[in-house]
């Protein structure tokens, strides 16, 4: 096998981590709450900027940034989930209600995030040593592997959280029948406040781990990420935190070990025509069910 299509596959992989993390986020706001939250790319761009700021300004390893991103921007959406969300089931059409709020929300975090840190793309100085590892042929960035067991490990938990605590067990149980929560006494508006801080949360740390991977990040790229945590939904399925790391690095694999043998945007094509492909074959994707409500 080719170095070049050895070095694709373990850059997928790494990415495909990575945009794991950013479906599952996606994955437990949607499911819990049926709120397309299309501003989840601009969290996400915002974790990348609180750990670039808690680094020069309080000198806080990133690493260190990770759980205390968690826990800000878990906090964050939880409040936000009371001041946005409840509002929403008055109106005649909440689906398309909470596209347009979350689409407005998207563009406003965007603005404030021009005018905070204005369009010129940032980087985070921050690396390891040794700064490469080299395994046979391949070459890997050492950043990389530790946001890939990061990534992993993160995906891991919450895969733990879903399946074996009570209230993942509900969060799991509010996906398939809001109503049905309701009848036997659980809260749903404070376990769906908790879903949708528990989804921004996740958009924050995965925020940090791209501002370790990728070389800059800039106000607008919050579209791009929303869009790849949408892909990895519909490869992987709604609801399924292991299905969502499944189809993310599919999309991964794809993507990276295309770029060896076409220029990125056949690469970028072939990423989509997967998820198109998915869709034909398999609406519910790889790990959904046909029905959840």
């Known amino acids: 096998m080719s170095a070049l299509i050895i070095q694709g596959l373990v850059n997928g992989l790494i990415l495909g981590a990575i945009y794991g993390l950013i479906g599952v986020g996606l994955n437990v706001v949607f499911g819990v709450l049926r709120v397309v ?5 601009e969290f996400l761009v915002l974790g990348a900027y609180f750990a670039y700021l808690m680094l020069e300004y309080f000198g806080i390893n990133p690493l260190l940034a990770l759980p205390l991103a968690f826990l800000v ?3 964050v959406g939880y409040v936000l989930y009371f001041l946005l ?5 008055r109106a005649e059409d909440p689906e398309i209600s909470s596209l347009l709020l979350m689409f407005g929300v998207s563009i406003m975090l965007g603005a404030l995030m021009l005018l905070m840190f204005e369009a010129d793309a940032r980087s985070l100085p921050y690396s390891l040593e040794p700064v490469f590892l080299k395994f ?3 070459l890997i960035p050492t950043v990389r592997l ?3 067991a990061i990534a992993l490990a993160v995906i891991g938990a919450l895969a733990w959280f879903l399946y074996r605590t009570q209230v993942g067990k509900a969060l799991r149980a509010i996906i398939m029948n809001r109503d049905a929560i309701r009848i036997v006494g659980i809260n749903a508006e404070r376990l769906s406040a908790v879903a949708f801080g528990l989804g921004i949360g996740l958009a924050a740390v995965t925020g940090v781990l791209v501002a370790l991977v990728f070389p800059s990040f800039s106000p607008f790229m919050g579209n791009d990420y929303t869009l790849i945590g949408f892909i990895v939904i519909v490869l992987g399925g709604l609801g399924h935190p292991v299905g969502a790391l499944v189809g993310a690095l599919l999309f991964g694999v794809t993507e990276q070990v295309s770029v060896v ?6 690469a970028t094509m072939l ?3 997967l998820m198109v492909a998915m869709i034909f074959v398999r609406p519910s994707g790889l ?6 409500r």
């Open 146 to 148: 530790v946001a890939l």
């Open 261 to 266: 043998f076409f220029n990125p945007s056949i």
């Open 271 to 273: 990423g989509f025509a």
């Open 85 to 89: 969300i409840p509002r929403l089931s």
């Open 37 to 41: 939250n299309f501003a989840h790319g």
């Open 136 to 138: 046979g042929p391949v």
């Open 73 to 75: 921007f878990f906090g």
């Open 287 to 292: 790990f959904g069910q046909r029905a959840l």
